[in-house]
């Protein structure tokens, strides 16, 4: 198999959450390595908005609001 880029997934690591684009069959997090990746938010939307923002920036899920900067700020 080769990896295309339009197989590209944005995934977030519920530990660290850090936001990085990962191939779809991967699991563990490149930032703090562990097995703890989403492909889509909660409320089932996906993470296509997610790269755009800068790494320190605010960062809310636009369809349920969710806070990803507060959840990572809690470590
Ligand atoms: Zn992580
Ligand atoms: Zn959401």
């Known amino acids: 198999m080769t990896a295309d880029r339009a ?3 944005t995934k977030v690591c519920d530990t660290c959450g850090r ?3 990962y191939d779809p069959a991967d699991l563990f997090c490149i930032v703090c390595g562990y097995e703890t990746l989403s ?3 909660g409320c089932g939307r996906a993470f296509d ?3 755009a923002e800068p790494e320190g ?4 899920c636009p369809r349920c ?3 990803w900067r507060g959840a ?3 470590w």
Request: aromatic share 10%; net charge neutral.
């Open 65 to 67: 609001g969710k806070d």
């Open 7 to 9: 197989d590209r997934l």
């Open 57 to 60: 920036g605010g960062l809310h």
């Open 49 to 51: 908005y997610a790269l």
């Open 39 to 41: 492909a889509e938010c």
């Open 72 to 74: 990572k700020s809690e």
């Open 19 to 21: 936001f990085r684009s």
